[in-house]
């Protein structure tokens, strides 16, 4: 990721469809590459919006003579705009021939073609956001649910900052006092009440293990629910997903076997979205390609939160819960859900199916009697997944952390302060105990970019859509 803030950069900002385009220009030259190419219809109206900014001017982009296309030009000055630098945004018409030949003309007016990331790298060097801030920005674009917006906005407006920096000035303050006892060692004053350095870590680092727990909660949000519908060929699973989807996604049949491999799909629910998986169904088989459907089978129960076991209502209760029984064990030393659907009930009779329910190992809220081809139980299914979701750690009013490099700097700074807890504990020397809450604040400095190095950078910003 270039580094230099002294070029100016340029990119479309906007995506494929529509009826209007975004170019961004960002860099101290912006104002000038742009005015090779533009001609406004009001020369007061352009001169205004360069000295002060926030002006939208009305006029032509030109090719030597030739008028490419009507524009509107938003200018920005220097520091008030995204970036922190001067910048330009033309509004052109959504012709990918349009387009190509501004960017082009930029191009040859001396801009440079912006990197992923770029514009947010920029603001972020420019003291316009932190690094937590910047990396919800990609966040808040990639986010498809309700849920995700949410957190990922309330993190581009620092609240997630805000409260690290809180944590930092705190530790600061007393790694500070014990550092001073170092330079007044042979008077043995003691600058740091250790029983309120105590409570501190106490505090911060049960907070901060807070915020780490909420990872799993956050990942769910940020990326989805992974659920896997498992069972025995032709007991109705692609018939369930097609059914929860509401769209012939899957292919039906009565021929046991027919879905050989993993089918995907996705569908928000209560503002969640879940990733529904139909997996080639559970059996011997000779047949070499259902046999490596089947071994992907496993692996997606392996990468599932939430596993429906689909069984056959007219199956015998023996055979269901053997089924159940053995999906059971296999998920024993995991945290994964498992919900046993039986399939078909509109086959059985109203005493039939009281019957089954009565012989069934898992009765309560885990097992759920639908009939997928007529939709009846979905309903009682999609609530029972949003509630999985609700009874997870976190709230709309409580911190939440998506990001793994987050989660990894607040895990090491969690064991940097157990290690000022047993240094308290144990008399070490102060020098110690300095060191190990210096580490603490290095880490949470880490998260915010207090504290970053170029190939932390390089990873964050590479991952960003062209022209953000």
Same mark, same amino acid.
């Given at each position: 990721m270039r580094?230099?803030?002294?070029s100016?950069?340029?990119?479309?900002?906007?995506?494929? @469809?529509?009826? *209007?385009?975004? *170019? #961004?220009?960002? @860099?101290? $030259?912006?104002?000038? +590459?742009?005015?090779?190419?533009?001609?406004?219809?009001?020369?007061?109206? #352009? $001169?205004?919006? @360069?000295?002060? !900014?926030?002006?939208? +001017?009305y006029g032509e982009i030109r090719d030597g003579g030739d008028i490419l296309d009507d524009v509107l030009v938003s200018f920005f000055v220097a520091p008030n705009s995204y970036t922190g630098e001067d910048s330009v945004e033309i509004s052109c018409h959504a012709s990918p021939y349009i387009v190509k030949r501004i960017l082009e003309l930029l191009l040859k007016c001396g801009a440079s073609p912006a990197r992923p990331g770029e514009f947010t790298q920029r603001a972020y060097l420019n003291g316009k956001m932190d690094l937590s801030q910047a990396e919800a920005v990609a966040d808040l674009i990639a986010s498809e649910t309700e849920a995700s917006h949410r957190l990922a906005l309330k993190q581009m407006r620092g609240a997630y900052s805000e409260e690290i920096n809180r944590l930092r000035e705190r530790m600061l303050h007393f790694a500070s006092m014990l550092e001073l006892e170092l330079d007044f060692g042979e008077e043995e004053v003691e600058f740091a009440d250790r029983s309120q350095l105590r409570l501190m870590v106490e505090e911060i680092k049960n907070y901060t293990d807070s915020l780490a727990a909420s990872f799993s909660y956050g990942n769910v949000i940020r990326n989805g629910v992974p659920v896997a519908i498992v069972g025995k060929p032709n007991t109705g699973k692609s018939t369930l997903l097609n059914a929860l989807l509401k769209d012939d996604r899957a292919i039906v049949s009565?021929?046991? @076997? &027919? &879905? #050989?491999?993993? *089918?995907?799909?996705?569908?928000?629910?209560? !503002? *969640? =979205?879940?990733?529904?998986?139909?997996?080639?169904?559970l059996r011997e088989t000779a047949d070499v390609i259902e046999n490596l459907?089947?071994?992907r089978t496993y692996q997606k129960i392996d990468q599932s939160d939430i596993v429906l076991l689909l069984a056959d209502a007219t199956?015998?209760? $023996?055979?269901?819960?053997?089924? /159940?029984?053995?999906?059971?064990?296999?998920? +024993?030393?995991?945290?994964?859900? =498992?919900? =046993?659907?039986?399939?078909?009930?509109?086959?059985?009779?109203?005493?039939? =199916?009281?019957?089954?329910?009565?012989?069934?190992?898992?009765?309560d809220s885990r097992c759920i009697i639908v009939s997928a081809i007529k939709g009846t139980g979905i309903e009682t299914l999609t609530k029972y997944l949003t509630q999985y979701v609700s009874d997870s750690p976190?709230?709309?009013?409580?911190? +939440?952390? &998506?990001?793994?490099?987050?989660?990894?700097?607040?895990?090491?700074?969690?064991?940097?302060?157990?290690r000022v807890l047993e240094s308290l504990d144990n008399d070490i020397?102060?020098?110690?105990?300095?060191?190990?809450? #210096?580490?603490?604040? /290095? /880490?949470? !400095?880490e998260i915010t970019g207090e504290i970053s190095s170029d190939e932390i950078l390089g990873n964050i910003f590479r991952n960003f859509c062209i022209g953000k």
């Open positions: 580094h230099d803030l002294t100016t950069i340029v990119a479309p900002a906007s995506g494929q @469809g529509g009826a *209007i385009s975004l *170019i #961004r220009v960002s @860099g101290k $030259e912006a104002h000038t +590459v742009v005015d090779k190419l533009f001609r406004a219809k009001n020369e007061d109206a #352009r $001169e205004k919006a @360069g000295a002060k !900014g926030f002006r939208i +001017v009565e021929i046991p @076997g &027919t &879905t #050989r491999d993993v *089918i995907e799909d996705t569908i928000i629910i209560g !503002g *969640i =979205l879940f990733r529904f998986i139909d997996t080639a169904g459907g089947i071994r199956d015998s209760p $023996e055979l269901i819960n053997k089924a /159940y029984r053995a999906i059971s064990d296999q998920l +024993v030393d995991t945290q994964k859900e =498992l919900i =046993l659907i039986v399939n078909k009930s509109d086959l059985l009779t109203k005493e039939e =199916l009281n019957q089954l329910k009565n012989s069934l190992t898992c009765r976190g709230d709309s009013s409580a911190l +939440v952390i &998506t990001n793994l490099r987050h989660f990894d700097a607040l895990s090491r700074c969690s064991e940097s302060l157990s020397p102060e020098d110690l105990v300095a060191m190990d809450l #210096r580490q603490a604040i /290095y /880490y949470l !400095g």
